[in-house]
């Protein structure tokens, strides 16, 4: 069984910084492309950020030069640096990819979801 748990959310002044974290345990064989989501209250679940097997990353325009996606292949972790925050970006952040999971001799591959870390911004 494969899991993904963010951590790292909270209240932050608007300027600020937080680090999330996604962490993944359970059998895993390897992560492969990974992503952070976000919605907010009212609106779509939008794409943050994706950072690829290879470490080749994307940005929302949104957050294009604010937001950083990393990834720590060792520790199966893959992190999102937010700074300059603004108030609107807050929002429930979500860690979401494809990972590759060991099942008996097989490795099979399959989308997960995290459970959502909250963030919020104040003005």
């Known amino acids: 069984q494969v899991q993904l748990v963010e951590s790292g959310g909270g209240l932050v002044q608007a300027g600020g910084s937080l680090r999330l974290s996604c962490a993944a345990s359970?059998?895993?064989?390897?992560?492969?492309?990974m992503g952070w989501h976000r919605q907010a209250p009212g609106k779509q679940r939008e794409l943050v950020a994706t950072?690829?097997?290879?470490?080749?990353?994307n940005y929302a325009d949104s957050v294009k030069g604010r937001f950083t996606v990393s990834r720590d292949n060792a520790k199966n972790t893959v992190y999102l640096q937010m700074s300059s925050l603004k108030p609107e970006d807050t929002a429930v952040y979500y860690c979401?990819?494809?990972?590759?999971?060991?099942?008996?001799?097989?490795?099979?591959?399959?989308?997960?979801w995290g459970q959502g870390t909250q963030v919020t911004v104040s003005s």
């Open positions: 979401a990819g494809d990972i590759s999971a060991y099942s008996g001799l097989y490795v099979y591959s399959k989308n997960y």
């Open positions: 359970g059998s895993i064989a390897k992560l492969n492309a």
């Open positions: 950072i690829s097997s290879g470490g080749n990353t």
